[in-house]
């Protein structure tokens, strides 16, 4: 399995570095470089960590792990309404940042209410493109455990719930943390930040729950290194939007829109397979982008195996009309 | 302040009082607000909040506020105690519209066409400023989907009943009876 580092040090012999994590079959995901200073976001293989340390020391930078790299995170709350803790909101949605995700914070259309509050087909296809979905609900057991449980009830992707009251379980739901609860205020108190380092704690654990069954059955290759070839993309280079291309645990969206691009995207090589053979590209629900969800290894090596046999069938059907 | 709460939750009726704490003390009327009641039922739903405040002094005269100087063109107003600006130029507004009250500055009004005489007369009622004040800090603690609601209002107590579909006739007297023990209740010797 994959360990996602932040290298945090100086551009001297950085380069060491990355072949280094080619050496030991990881990727480069991002590099962001402020003079001489460079922070690099790498993957590398679990048991190839404390190479990757020694190396760190020896360049004298820091080497942090961080759990969710890699990965997008949808917080999601009834409304964006100041009555439904847009600050618990947003620092959750900060915290996860500082552990190495990329957040996004979404109000739903008609989430207000006890028994009106609502979640439409198309919000939960929009939080079923992300890795995992933190909902933040309110004060009160009874309307979470009652009425709110409807809001991720067919949410494919795991869900982790924060809220007010102490709650054992929810059906649907991987993981609950109590104490967080509406107010005016930023979470800024020690155990406010406790609250924040335990919402961080549980979603990482989920995610790596996630990343084990993905790795029972390997993606044929690492988004990490889809998006080093996509990025070669002019159209991707020139784009001003945040992060235009963000990793998936199973894949990767990339903010061009995919009508446009589908073919260009479609035809990139990837270890001499055209990208359509071996990932599913589609229109991403949100606005102008498009996801790639990769296929597992065995996913291809079947495909292919179907291909040959078809393409088998097809020769014989030819030679026996000749 | 003399705070109830009656709720089935113990962790959400402190959230409550936590909340509806911070948020008089964001407005700034922690200090006027003399008694508040909750009655939470989350399976009803009904949210029905009752607040007593400090009877406020009475009007304050625009003078105690501002300079006024006489021009040929209208009348300047220089406010001197900002506080009471933006209750001032709504109330100027209100009287003369915005074509004829225009801000030089922020503290700085000019008047046009208006009369020195006619403008110092202006009185702000500080009763109805805390009203507004109050009535705001309802709002941000109401459950935002209660939007059926049932108020009640007098000189110092305003209650708020809401709820989700539909307003029981019991919920309405329930709310009168609490508007009714909000008036009567004496902050000095009693509890709620």
Known sequence: ?322 | MIVKVEGPEEFGNESYVELFNSILLDIGITRHVEAVRFVIRPSDPLFLISVKTRKAAGKIRINEIAEISQSKEGTYINITDENYAPSLMSLLWQLYGRERIEQLSRLEIFCKGIDEKEISEIAIDRGEELRKKVLDALWRVLPEGFKIRYDLSSENVITILATEYEMKEEWKRLAEKAHADMEALDVQSASL
Not at chain 1, 28 to 49: D, G, S
Not at chain 1, 159 to 177: Q, R, T
């Open chain 1, 1 to 322: 399995m994959y360990k996602v580092l932040l290298f945090d040090g100086g551009v001297y012999r950085v380069n060491e570095l990355y072949e280094l994590v080619e050496d030991v079959g990881g990727f480069i995901i991002q590099k962001t470089q402020t003079h001489v200073q460079i922070l690099v976001t790498l993957a590398i293989p679990e048991e190839e960590k404390d190479v990757i340390e020694r190396k760190s020391q020896e360049l004298g930078a820091k080497l942090t792990e961080i759990p969710l790299g890699g990965t997008e995170i949808a917080v999601v709350a009834p409304t964006l309404g100041r009555h439904h803790m847009p600050h618990p909101v947003c620092d959750i949605a900060e915290h996860l940042r500082r552990y190495g995700a990329i957040t996004v914070v979404m109000g739903l259309a008609r989430g207000k209410g006890r028994k009106s509050a609502q979640i439409s087909a198309e919000e939960k296809a929009l939080i079923n493109e992300y890795d995992a979905a933190v909902f933040v609900l309110g004060n009160f057991e009874d309307c979470i455990k009652t009425e709110k449980v409807r809001l991720f009830e067919d949410i494919k992707v795991p869900v982790v719930v924060a809220c007010g009251p102490s709650i054992d379980a929810l059906p649907n739901c991987k993981a609950i943390v109590s104490g967080v609860c509406r107010r005016v205020e930023r979470m800024r108190r020690a155990e406010d930040i406790a609250k924040l380092e335990e919402v961080a704690e549980k979603v990482s654990k989920v995610i790596e729950e996630r990343r084990r069954i993905i790795d029972e059955d390997p993606l044929f290759v690492h988004p990490a290194e889809v998006r080093q070839r996509i990025e070669t993309l002019p159209v991707v280079q020139k784009s001003l939007r945040p992060a235009p291309i963000v990793l998936h645990l199973d894949g990767l969206r990339v903010k061009i829109p995919y009508y446009e691009w589908k073919d260009q995207l479609e035809s990139i090589e990837v270890y001499g397979r055209k990208l359509r053979e071996i990932a599913e590209l589609s229109d991403s629900r949100l606005d102008g982008s498009t996801l790639i969800r990769i296929y597992s290894a065995s996913k291809v090596e079947s495909m292919n195996q179907l291909g040959s046999v078809n393409s088998l069938g097809d020769r014989s059907a030819a030679s026996a009309k000749e």
